[in-house]
Nanobody, 114 residues
Framework: VQLVESGGGLVQAGGSLRLSCLASGFTFSSYAMNWYRQAPGKERELVARINSVGTVTDYADSVKGRFTISRINAKNTVYLQMNSLKPEDTAVYLC????????WGQGTQVTVSS
């Protein structure tokens, strides 16, 4: 199982980024996918999750209305569209799935400047 995130970067407050997580080594369309984030000195936080077919999503209260999780199973990819970014969104964003075990990507850094 491999999860590879991309799309992070430096953006000004109010800006947008789209993160991608490319999955391989398992039947992607059979598994729910999650995005977490880890900020320095803070606990890892579940940001958004999506079911295997993309019909059910859930978000942390801190990102509701600003972030959108989606997936394209034909591309083995899950996305996180982040709009109206705030400095408190600064973190490493990680893709995660339970595929027989707890599987994580390496993360992508998102930095939001004020």
């Amino acid at each position: 199982v491999q999860l590879v995130e991309s799309g992070g970067g430096l953006v000004q407050a109010g800006g947008s980024l789209r993160l991608s997580c490319l999955a391989s080594g398992f039947t992607f369309s059979s598994y729910a996918m999650n995005w977490y984030r880890q900020a320095p000195g803070k606990e890892r936080e579940l940001v958004a999750r999506i079911n295997s077919v993309g019909t059910v999503t859930d978000y942390a209260d801190s990102v509701k209305g600003r972030f959108t999780i989606s997936r394209i199973n034909a591309k083995n990819t899950v996305y996180l569209q982040m709009n109206s970014l705030k400095p408190e969104d600064t973190a490493v964003y990680l893709c995660q799935a339970w595929v027989k075990d707890d599987c994580w990507g390496q993360g992508t850094q998102v930095t939001v400047s004020s």
